[in-house]
Nanobody
Framework: QVHLVESGGGLVQPGGSLRLSCAAS????????VDWYRQAPGKQRALVAL???????NYGSSVKGRFTISRDNAKNTVYLQMNSLKPEDTAVYFC?????????WGQGTQVTVSS
């Protein structure tokens, strides 16, 4: 069973930064494309950013210029660097990755932006 694990969430003040990670629990589960989603209370899950296996990236309009998605293939890990965080970025962040042609979701990590 493929498991993707997110980490790096927490409580941060407005204007602060966090870096989320998404990794497979088993080293031989190579992650191809990864999408980061977020879901705020009472709202639908929304795409935040994605990165292809080749390193191509795309961002949602609300995070463009503030968030950066990257990957370290040697560590089989994808990162979401979040800068200039705003209260409206508060949500549970999920990664969804393709492993051997199938999509898998992580369990989510809470990000709270509050003073």
């Amino acid at each position: 069973q493929v498991h993707l694990v997110e980490s790096g969430g927490g409580l941060v003040q407005p204007g602060g930064s966090l870096r989320l990670s998404c990794a497979a629990s088993r080293s031989n589960d190579i992650i191809d494309r990864v999408d980061w989603y977020r879901q705020a209370p009472g709202k639908q899950r929304a795409l935040v950013a994605l990165i292809t296996s080749g390193g191509g990236t795309n961002y949602g309009s609300s995070v463009k210029g503030r968030f950066t998605i990257s990957r370290d293939n040697a560590k089989n890990t994808v990162y979401l660097q979040m800068n200039s965080l705003k209260p409206e970025d508060t949500a549970v962040y999920f990664c969804r990755g393709i492993v051997r042609g199938n999509f898998y979701w992580g369990q989510g990590t809470q990000v709270t932006v509050s003073s």
